[in-house]
């Protein structure tokens, strides 16, 4: 069953989406000329994420998951189908793009500049994220200097900076310890309790009672699980 044929208790509808998906096509070219041939990667795709609502989505290697997420944040075009966003998005893309020479501190101001936030609004919203993921300490550390760990905190402490409605997340948790496993999901729930939204890609999804909805992708369609 496809999210365009689920009934209300899988799916949002769409008239009260932060975000929607729908028909998203995608292929890409494979092999050599003149043998070049387009390989469907995403077929008609359709998804939609309610105020409030977290959502994992999965599928294995080369189904299209990180295609999908560029697609819905506007860093890639489908080549066919539509996304509405209802609100601001916030990516936390599975590689980290950060500028090695510039400390913790001076991406949150670039970041912050960038969203348009005032700077007393990008200090405030930087000492939360600090305080939450615990890496407060790391605040004047160039990003070239920083463990993965650490790196990982502060790409998803970017995504957060600006309070987003709908929070993009690939494979976020990828380099985290234990107990900042634990700060993520903390942070999750608030955003849930706050009427933000939230969709995690992950290869596979543990801890499944911490979503709402579990989404795969198989054969180039999002099946609700």
Same mark, same amino acid.
């Given at each position: 069953?496809?999210?365009? &044929?689920?009934?209300?208790?899988? @799916?949002?509808?769409?008239? /009260? ?10 292929? $890409? ?55 509405? /966003?209802?609100?601001?998005?916030? $990516? ?9 020479? #510039? ?10 500049? @960038? $969203?348009?936030?005032?700077?007393? @609004? ?9 305080? @939450?993921?615990?890496?407060? /300490? ?17 790409? #998803? ?10 929070? #993009?997340? &690939? ?14 999901? &903390? ?24 979503? &709402? ?13």
């Amino acid at each position: 069953m496809t999210e365009a &044929d689920a009934g209300p208790e899988d @799916a949002p509808h769409t008239s /009260r989406a932060v975000l929607t998906a729908a028909g998203i096509e995608k292929s $890409y070219q494979r092999g050599m000329w003149p043998a070049r041939r387009p390989v469907p990667v995403l077929r008609g795709v359709e998804l939609a994420l309610a105020p409030g609502e977290v959502v994992g989505l999965v599928g294995e290697n080369g189904s299209g998951k990180s295609t999908l997420m560029k697609i819905l944040v506007g860093a890639l075009a489908a080549d066919a189908g539509a996304v509405t /966003r209802g609100g601001r998005i916030g $990516y936390c893309p599975q590689e980290p793009v950060v500028y090695e020479r #510039l400390t913790c501190d001076e991406h949150f101001e670039l970041f912050g500049h @960038a $969203y348009g936030l005032s700077p007393e @609004a990008e200090r405030r919203s930087r000492r939360q994220i600090y305080a @939450a993921l615990g890496f407060e /300490r790391y605040a004047t550390t160039r990003t070239d200097r920083l463990s993965g760990g650490t790196l990982a905190k502060l790409n #998803l402490g970017l995504a957060l900076l600006a309070d987003p409605e709908v929070l #993009l997340l &690939d494979e976020p948790y990828a380099g985290f310890d234990f107990d900042t496993y634990l700060k993520f999901w &903390d942070l999750v729930e608030q955003r849930r309790r706050a009427g933000r939204s939230v969709l995690v890609i992950s290869h596979f999804v543990t801890d499944q009672e911490r979503f &709402d909805r579990i989404v795969e992708l198989r054969d180039g369609q999002a099946v609700a699980r």
